[in-house]
Structure formats: C-alpha cells, structure tokens
C-alpha cells in the first residue's frame, strides 16, 4: 500500500536524484482485473536537477486499489520523453536505448541501458544514470553563489520467469554524488555520498494462493562529516546499514472474496551519529555513536469485490523501536464504489504504516541534509482520505478529495536558532495533517489533454499537509497536452506554490515567537514559487526521438531551501535513441 504521509517528493526541498533501480525494464506487463483505476496524487516539485530515469515497472496483478477512482490515465515528461520501452504494452523489438541532454548553463542529463539476456523466460540489463548541474544564482542577502551537483549511477537488473511457479526478480546500483554545501558564501564546502542499493524478490502462486516474499539492503556515506567552525574539529563522516524484509499471501475463495496478510520489518543502524540538545537559550550537538531503529508490522485483512464496489477490512500491528517505542494498532479499512463509469467514490480509514526514514531515503529527496544527524521512525496513528470523481461526460471529469489525521514524529525541515540556518536540519514533529483539493480534466479524443487542479492546507508549525515539505497553504496546478500530429507531443503547464513557509525553533523565547512543548517557534516566509514549463517530443523514427523540456521560463527567483536560490531558466535538449 501506498504511504500517505510520505510521498514526499515535494516541489522545492528536493534537489536529490531518487535512484532508479528498475531503469532498465523494458516492457510493461499489467492485468487489470477491475475497470476502477488508481490515481495517486504524488506532491510533484519543480525540476531542480534534470531527469531522465524510466518508471518503475513492475510486472503484477492489481487485485486491490487503495484509491478506486475511474481516471483518465496520464504520462508526465520529465524531462525529455520517456524511453519507448515503459510507454507500450507490448513487447518492444529493442534491447538497448540511450537518451541525452544538454541545457546552458551547464546541466546535463545521460540515460542508457542494455538488456543483455533477453528472452521469453529470462530479461538481464545493465543501465546508466548521470545528472549534472551548475550555476550562479544571488542568495537572500545578495551574494552570488555557486551551486554544483552531480550524480551518477550504475546498476543491473534480472527478471527470471519460471513457468508455473513465479516470478524471480534482482537488482544493484550504486551511485556517486558529488556537490557543494551552500552555507559558505562562493564555491562553498565539498561534499560526496557513495549508496548501494540491492534487492531479491519472488512473486508466484500455488492454486487460489498467491504470495510474494522480498529483502532489499542500502548502504549510504557521506566522505566527511558535521563540521562548526571557529577552529572546531569534524565530526567523522556518518555511514547507514539498512534492511527491509515484506511477505505477502492471500487465498481467494467464492470468487469474490479473500483473506490475506502482509508482513513489513525493517531497520536501520548509522554509525558516528549526534543528537542535537538544548540547553538554556542555545542548541548543542552531542554525540550519540550508533543508532539503531525499526518497525515490526503485519496487517491480516479480509477482501471483498463486486462488479461497482470493493471492501476491505484488514487491522495493523506494529512495534517500533529506537526512537518513539511502543506496540499499536491501527485500522486498515478501504472502499470504493462506482456507478458505470460516470460516477465513483472512495474513503479508507487507516494507520501505522511506518516510516523508516533512513538516510539514504532522506539524501534522495534532500541532498543538502545535515551529514551527521540520523533520524528515528514516524507513523500514523490515524488518517481518513475520501473523495469522488464525476465524468468523464464528453471528455471532462472532476475530482474532489480531502483527508486528515494524525502523524507521529513526522519529519520536517526545520531552523534551528543558534545553528547556521542552511544546515538542512528536521525537526521530528508530532503533526495533525489536513488537506483538501479539486481537479477538473478535460480529453478531447486522441488531439489534447488539460488538468487544472488545486490543493490546499493550513499552515501551522504542527499542522498542515504531511507531504509538503515547503509547507504551501494553496497549490495550483495547469497542464495542457497536445499531439497536433501523431509523431509530436508538446505540452505547457504552470504550477504556482503559494505562501511557502519554514520554521524556526529555540528552546529560549524569541521575537513574536508562539510556544509548544518545551520550544518556541517563528515562522520564517519562504515567498512563492511559480514556474511555467513547456516541453516538446517529436519522433523522426519509430527508434529515433528529439526532445526538449524547459523550466521556469519566466525565470522567477525563489529559495528551493531556505536560504538556497533556485536556478534560472532551466530543462534539458536532447535526443533519444533505441537499437
């Protein structure tokens, strides 16, 4: 299942590349056994580094939907088009592909991958990932600042079918990234971080009997850790083990009907880690050594589907350790209902699902994450999500939807008073999330496609929407699509964050400063954010592409971090190319 709180692969805090270890698959393999289809709201961020790393695809049987609404389905372009393989159901007639791209000044974008086995039974790839960018922008107090980043990633991929019995699938990666921290006026300090990722899983079935079984381990560095100046010596460089074990089986019975279990573990251990103190009117880091932390859950659950309707009644019992303890339970209870498919309507009522909130996960999202601070579980302890779609009649629908809850130790970025203000700190925050939105879609045969969508929430330093990192009270979003012809895509869209904010705690009073806890707190205005965006695919030949994608061409000026200005007109020109 999904975890509500934290897709957060928000809009601004983000300047990470998520490691993509499914780069090379090639084919997309999906039955679908109702006409209810999911459609995730994921809290989308303006591009920061280019991107070209393919979808995940994973080959499976959707039996269950944790949202059940009648969607048009999309493809979003990244940055140029994406690989021809992830785009069609059938089998594609090439192994090997490579996209590239360039935009002044300097950012770069190289995908390729090679399927090196590739037959009816077994598909073994190797793939590439590199994403560089640099640039001057003025900080807040109008210095000029030079950012760089660079990533790059090597991994393989094997997908084995045996008949009969399932499906074995494996991947690695590793990937390098090398970047300057921009707490320090000009080049500011070097940093680099080296992650591994690997993983093993099986999907088969016995019968009415179908299970899955995974383990997957991350490692992640950082080459050098905290350091504060004035003469002080470094902290050593901080370093995570970390592993997650699922197991999953459910019987089907009646035709309509099935039981079933998930089971979830996972935990983490950093090494050379510090904890941060207050004391009188100032913070101080302590040094804690290692950490250690994880969670235990498994949800037992009853399924129940009809033709217009699905039901599910499961509960979840988890134990965390290493940081907020104790053993709970929540509800998993989930429908959707829909009328032909002009009408449906969906609420769940669920909890726990812990987050483990290592720092490889962390590093994605963020790159410019304090190096020696390791942060402990968050969950939920309870959440409701309810909306419905109306439509589509003649090619437009509309969407609403809203949900609230409760999260615990939910991490969010966070000032720290006597720290410097850019040192990309959290703060683990108990936190009441509420958010609310509409969407109005609109498909005019195979020529266009336009989505207007809004989302909004409060802004509280303990309340507001959990995924939104830069915390946006009102989120605005327009995408139009066109193919004019068959062989050019071209899209425009403009995505305004409004009212952004961050907040800085001090456990001594400040100005104008409110109290919770044992810490006072000030919000501190982070402006908003629009960018307007245009992209452009046209296909020469069936295997030859030419793309381009463009950001913030009104070039407007905002902190993706506080204290961090974004780029200036950015996106990437490039070609794409199968054989």
């Keep these: 299942m999904a975890n509500t709180i934290y897709r957060i692969a928000t809009v601004l805090t983000l300047a990470g590349l998520t490691v993509t270890t499914s780069a090379d698959e090639l084919t997309k393999e ?180 179908d299970y899955n079984a995974s383990v997957d381990y991350g490692f992640f560095n950082f080459s050098d850790g905290a350091s504060y100046g004035m003469g002080a010596p470094s902290e050593k460089p901080l370093s995570e083990n970390h592993a997650k074990i699922k197991l999953g089986g459910a019987y089907s019975f009646n035709g309509n009907n099935s039981v079933g279990a998930d089971i979830n573990t996972a935990f983490a251990n950093a090494t050379n880690t510090i904890t941060i103190t207050s004391s009188g009117a100032t913070f101080s880091p302590k040094n804690r050594g290692d950490y250690s932390h994880g969670y235990f859950a498994i949800t037992p659950y009853y399924l129940n589907t009809g033709a217009s309707y699905s039901i599910k009644l499961g509960l979840q019992l988890y134990q965390t350790w290493g940081g907020n303890n104790g053993f709970r339970v929540a509800p998993d209870i989930r429908a959707d209902w829909h009328s032909g498919d002009k009408f449906a309507i969906y609420a769940r009522l669920t909890g726990g699902n812990p987050m483990l909130n290592d720092m490889q996960s962390l590093f994605a999202r963020n790159h410019y994450i304090f190096p020696s601070l390791a942060y402990g579980n968050s969950h939920r302890q309870w959440n409701v999500d309810a909306g419905f779609i109306i439509g589509p009649f003649s090619g437009a629908s509309i969407e609403v939807w809203g949900g609230t809850g409760k999260v615990k130790q939910l991490l969010m970025p966070t000032l720290y008073s006597n720290f410097n203000d850019l040192d990309g700190m959290y703060s683990a925050i108990d936190f009441t999330n509420l958010h609310y939105g509409a969407a109005f879609n609109y498909v005019y045969r195979d020529l266009a496609t336009l989505r207007i969508s809004y989302e909004g929430a409060p802004q509280e330093y303990n309340k507001g929407n959990a995924v939104m990192l830069d915390r946006a009270k009102h989120v605005f979003d327009a995408k139009l699509t066109v193919t004019p012809i068959k062989a050019l895509d071209l899209e425009i869209g403009y995505e305004l964050r409004a009212d952004r904010a961050v907040y800085k705690i001090s456990p001594a009073g400040l100005s104008q400063a409110q109290f919770t806890g044992n810490l006072y707190y000030t919000r501190v205005n982070l402006g908003n954010a629009g960018n307007l965006r245009f992209g452009a695919a046209y296909k020469i030949t069936p295997a030859f592409t030419v793309g381009a994608r463009i950001e913030n061409i009104l070039n407007g000026k905002w902190d993706t971090l506080y204290g961090l200005p974004n780029k200036v007109v950015s996106g990437l020109v490039g070609i794409g190319y199968k054989f």
């Design 30 to 209: 999906i039955t679908i056994e109702k006409d209810i289809a999911v459609q995730e709201r994921e809290a989308r961020k303006l591009t920061v580094l280019p991107r070209l790393n393919l979808p995940s695809i994973e080959s499976k049987k959707l039996k269950w939907t944790e949202r059940g609404i009648a969607a048009p389905l999309t493809h979003d372009i990244t940055v140029l088009a994406p690989a021809a393989y992830a785009a069609t159901m059938e089998k594609s007639p090439y192994r090997g592909y490579i996209d590239a791209g360039y935009f002044p000044s300097f950012e770069i974008g190289v995908s390729a991958g090679y399927r090196i086995i590739n037959n009816d039974a077994t598909r073994l790839g190797a793939w590439l990932q590199y994403d560089g960018s640099d640039y001057k922008r003025d900080n807040r107090a109008g210095e000029k600042m030079k950012m760089r980043d660079h990533t790059a990633t090597l991994g393989i991929n094997l997908n084995h079918n045996i008949d009969g019995a399932g499906t074995l699938d494996a991947h690695l990666a590793y990937s390098l990234s090398a970047f300057n921290y921009h707490n320090i006026p000009g080049d500011g300090t070097s940093q680099s971080t080296n992650t591994i990722v690997a993983g093993i899983g099986w999907q088969g079935n016995a019968g009415a009997f």
